[in-house]
């Protein structure tokens, strides 16, 4: 899959999730703000990531023996956009129509391959006080996560795209083994929320039940007066690495703080 940015855009458009919804009934068409208390109910059930995109990434391919499965049998026939925007220039009158555009084909690949979130929570439990120069914060998809969630012969991590707003500088996963030691899944020292690729792992990592993924952000506060909360505007933070994975499994999101 890829972004579709419309003209105009490019400076707008922070990052798109696309989701599936679980829901076998007709979703409501909405358009609007994400929370808003007047979207219809039933796009609780669209929780599924299909896709994630960020600024500055570009195509995202999956390798030869793994695949995206959209649609089959009691699928449900609906997906969500969720788009967010940092306007910091407060431009007016802008029309968007961005999306993310999917390459399909009907020759199904050996593996069915799914999205984990890890990170932290983003929620006023995430905080960063103010005047700091690196302040590190954690969050783990805990040993007794992974023993519940993950399929019995484990899952290969294959990609991996690091996720914070304007305040992170560093961003890194360590998968800690059950049986002892730690294995690096991705690290940028030197990270741009400007930048946020989705990159191909050099190899993949194996995960077993069991082990646990502890993911770390490091934030710079030095121009704030204020403390820092977790939350959707680009004003509050995120710390999160969207991990690509096969073979798909039950467990979504593996956060905590």
């Not at 707008?12 to 679980?22: I, K, R």
């Not at 500088?169 to 989705?198: C, K, M």
Request: glycine fraction near 12%.
């Amino acid at each position: 899959y890829s972004p579709s940015i419309s003209p105009g855009s490019e400076d707008l458009v922070h990052h798109m999730e696309v989701f599936h919804c679980a829901s076998q009934q007709d979703v409501p068409l909405w358009s609007g703000s994400c929370g808003d208390p007047a979207a219809p109910p039933a796009l609780n059930t669209c929780k599924k990531v299909l896709a994630a995109w960020a600024i500055g990434a570009g195509t995202f391919s999956y390798p030869p023996e793994a695949g995206l499965a959209l649609g089959g049998p009691g699928a449900g026939g609906t997906v969500m956009l969720e788009v967010h925007y940092n306007n910091p220039g407060l431009r007016a009158g802008v029309v968007d129509s961005s999306g993310i555009r999917f390459l399909v084909t009907p020759n199904l690949r050996r593996h069915d391959a799914g999205i984990l979130e890890l990170g932290l929570t983003y929620n006023d439990h995430m905080a960063v006080p103010p005047l700091q120069p690196a302040f590190p914060l954690s969050g783990v998809c805990s040993a007794q996560c992974t023993a519940v969630g993950l399929p019995r012969g484990g899952i290969r991590l294959f990609g991996s795209q690091l996720h914070t707003h304007g305040a992170g500088r560093q961003v890194q996963t360590v998968l800690v083994r059950a049986g002892g030691g730690r294995e690096l899944v991705n690290r940028d020292p030197h990270y741009s929320s400007h930048f946020q690729e989705i990159r191909i792992l050099p190899r993949q990592v194996h995960v077993a039940p069991g082990d646990a993924l502890l993911t770390t952000c490091t934030y710079s506060t030095l121009d704030r007066s204020n403390v820092t909360l977790g939350g959707f505007s680009f004003a509050e933070e995120m710390c999160v690495n969207y991990v690509h994975y096969y073979p798909r499994g039950e467990l979504e999101v593996g956060h905590y703080i």
